[in-house]
């Protein structure tokens, strides 16, 4: 029989179950992320505000239409409940808490790359919208929000007349 | 993990790989723990559905790959997008300490967890101390 130190051999069979990257590639993928957030943190035409340190989290991606704009964020693991959207004139405010579930005992992080904590971000909408009119829907950790425009923010097309 | 740390923006990276159909694909962010019975992997993978979700298991190798459902409609014209969507694809090397026969998955508000148990034998074992 062999007698092999406990913990060392619990480390080798957990590396021996799952091999995600080799050293190298880990390495330069870490340098990307850190590159990406140093370098997409700024240069946006919409003025942002951001509560938090480093770049906008959560990421948006807002869209318009002729009579509604929606926007769309990717939140998955949070509670519906611990979410909270808010329209402030024609600015629009989300924040929540994104929480580990995992903190029980007898468990060993192996690998972690999800990050978890509070987040908030508030933004500036491209157009007014009725506040009484916006729906928000959280499905497969996708987060929904659509918010009608105002009557006085649709575009309204002015006939050109000319004079001969 | 500290509670009160932000999240970064999103942890899903392009793949290097080439697509072999268009539009970009991801690798999900995952967190991987061990209890003694299972190894258990977290994935976030927002924006899909439990039909879209394949995972496949050849070789010892664990193959999760999910299918983006599409979102915009035609007529919305882009404001600010700060995120691609694309397809999530992942693969993992499974030991034969795995028994690659109970592996289960669950799929719950974008988050995909895989369940993969381990054999008896790699399971821990506690020796008792007998006091003379």
């Keep these: 029989m062999n007698l092999v130190p406990w913990k060392g051999k619990k ?135 659509t918010l009608k425009k105002h009557e006085s923010a649709k575009a309204k097309k002015v006939p050109v007349r000319t004079s001969e | ?41 977290v994935a976030d993978m927002p924006g899909t559905t439990g039909n879209d979700i394949n995972i496949q298991f050849e070789n010892g190798l664990l193959t999760v790959h999910g299918r983006a459902t599409p979102r915009r409609g035609v007529d919305e014209r882009c404001v600010l997008c700060e995120y691609g969507l694309g397809d999530f694809h992942r693969t993992f090397e499974i030991g034969e300490l795995i028994d690659s026969g109970r592996i289960t998955a669950e799929y719950a508000d974008g988050v995909l967890t895989l369940h993969l148990p381990k054999v008896p034998a790699a399971r821990p074992r506690k020796i008792e101390v007998r006091a003379s």
């Design chain 1, 11 to 145: 480390r080798e069979a957990a590396s021996d179950l799952l091999d995600l990257a080799a050293p190298a590639a880990r390495m330069r993928n870490e340098m990307e992320r850190l590159f990406e957030r140093f370098l997409n943190g700024t240069g946006l035409d919409w003025p942002i505000e951001s509560f938090a340190f480093g770049p906008e989290v959560p990421a948006l991606d807002i869209t318009e239409t002729d009579d509604q704009v929606v926007v769309r964020t990717e939140l998955p693991g949070v509670d519906p409940k611990e979410l909270e959207v808010s329209v402030t004139g024609d600015m629009l405010s989300i924040s929540g808490e994104k929480k580990s579930q995992m903190e029980k005992k007898g468990e060993n992080f192996y690998h972690s790359e999800r990050r978890f904590g509070m987040f908030r971000r508030s933004v500036r909408l491209p157009s007014h919208v009725d506040r009484d009119r916006v729906t928000a829907d959280y499905t497969n950790g996708v987060l929904t929000i």
């Design chain 2, 1 to 41: 993990m500290n509670a009160t740390e932000t999240i970064e923006k999103t942890t899903a990276r392009p793949m290097k790989a080439e697509p072999t159909h268009s539009g970009q694909v991801y690798m999900p962010a995952v967190d991987i723990f061990e209890r003694a019975d299972e190894l258990t992997i």
